[in-house]
């Protein structure tokens, strides 16, 4: 077949902070397929090509057409040998072999299902296996397995939070923590992050920021939220971190680099038609003055990792939620908006409904 003029004109960046990626992935068949690859190489520590695959699958999320031939991927970035080998499976007989065989793979099984419960890593999972356990009723019922709390409520929550969150159901609990931060302080701000400020219609859970313009009043909001829905009856687990920010230190130089601002992992219960179900809820407390950054919640985790690799590899940058030089110094760059932070990166604008990478 001929190549599209779409393939010759249109250059797609190697960096998802340059792409355009909607939550419509036309090449779905694709990316599943690369996403249990990663999750098989995540397992066995192989971080090279789990990177790899992580990078292709984005690139193939981000494209307006489904890709129905290899001819036509010539100017994509990220593809190399092995991706494309995968590719051409999936063309030619509609799934991959290579797939189908870790899927078969009792190891990759097992760690898929342990890797599901709340609290519980791959490292951990990865024990559980060589221990020989091979189910739930396996690990539940085995006197040497000590489970920390957040396991335990990882479990006993199973189903609920395994479900898929609506937004419907986003917009409700957003009202409760709303409510809750504005009986602290009338000047708190609540923004709802991750991926439903991407615009998905489902998630896993509901990400928020909440912060206040009183300096350091930010450190004690969390704290008090979690209280008040202790007394309302609806916090079924709290995992709270206290800040560990330092606006006078560098950030840190790993792409993977978390932020260091108070955070906690909840579990809340919300109404539902049969009464009540639990979800999984991420809160974060930033300071005021770093308010912009929304960026640095609102994923996706691809697109984070781009944003920090394009930093720090084109434009001498550290990123971590405020862009910071390093040449011919450290030096702190102001951002007021989540568009400075864009400009100072030389990035065009990216809406977060076209963060999906
Ligand atoms: P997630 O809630 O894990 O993912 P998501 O909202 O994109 O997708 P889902 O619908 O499955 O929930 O993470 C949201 C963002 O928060 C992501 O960009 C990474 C960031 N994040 C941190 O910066 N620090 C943290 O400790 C965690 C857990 C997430
Ligand atoms: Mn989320
Ligand atoms: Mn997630
Ligand atoms: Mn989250």
């Excluded at 007989?93 to 599901?116: C, M, N, P």
């Excluded at 971590?320 to 604008?349: M, N, Q, W």
């Amino acid at each position: 077949t001929f190549p599209t003029a779409a393939t010759h004109v249109v250059t797609v960046s190697q960096y998802a902070c340059q792409r355009r990626t909607t939550t419509e992935n036309k090449n779905k068949i694709f990316t599943d397929a690369f996403e249990v690859l990663v999750d098989n190489y995540d397992f066995n520590e192989v971080t090279g090509p789990s990177l790899a695959f992580s990078r292709a699958a984005s690139v193939l999320k981000s494209l307006p057409w489904t890709v129905q031939s290899l001819d036509t991927t010539h100017n994509l970035p990220c593809l190399g040998e092995h991706t494309k080998a995968v590719m051409e499976e999936i063309l030619r007989y509609g799934r991959s072999f290579e797939v189908e065989k870790i899927l078969a793979d009792e190891r990759y099984q097992t760690l898929k299902l342990f890797t599901s419960v709340f609290g519980v890593g791959p490292k951990t999972a990865e024990k559980w296996y060589r221990r020989g356990l091979r189910s739930f009723s396996h690990v539940l019922t085995d006197p040497s397995i000590h489970l920390n709390r957040m396991q335990r409520s990882g479990f006993l929550h199973y189903g609920d939070i395994s479900r898929a969150v609506s937004k419907a159901e986003a917009r409700a609990l957003g009202n409760i923590i709303d409510e809750a931060a504005h009986a602290i302080t009338p000047d708190a701000v609540l923004a709802l992050t991750g991926g439903f400020r991407r615009g998905k219609e489902f998630g896993h859970d509901v990400d928020f920021i909440v912060t206040t313009p009183e300096l350091g009043k930010e450190e004690s909001l969390l704290p008090i939220i979690i209280d008040r829905l202790k007394q309302q009856g609806i916090l079924l687990f709290s995992d709270y971190h206290p800040s560990t920010f330092d606006a006078t230190r560098p950030p840190s130089r790993s792409f993977e680099a978390m932020d260091h601002f108070a955070k906690c992992f909840l579990i809340l219960a919300v109404e539902d038609r049969r009464g009540w179900r639990a979800v999984r809820v991420d809160l974060v407390s930033p300071p005021w003055i770093v308010s912009p950054l929304p960026s640095g919640w609102t994923g996706s985790r691809q697109f984070e990792r781009d944003l920090r690799r394009l930093a720090r590899l084109e434009r001498r940058m550290l990123l971590d939620t405020t862009p910071c030089s390093t040449k011919p110094r450290y030096r702190f760059l102001a951002a007021v908006t989540e568009k400075d932070i864009f400009a100072h990166l030389g990035l065009e604008y990216i809406e977060p409904w076209q963060r999906n990478a």
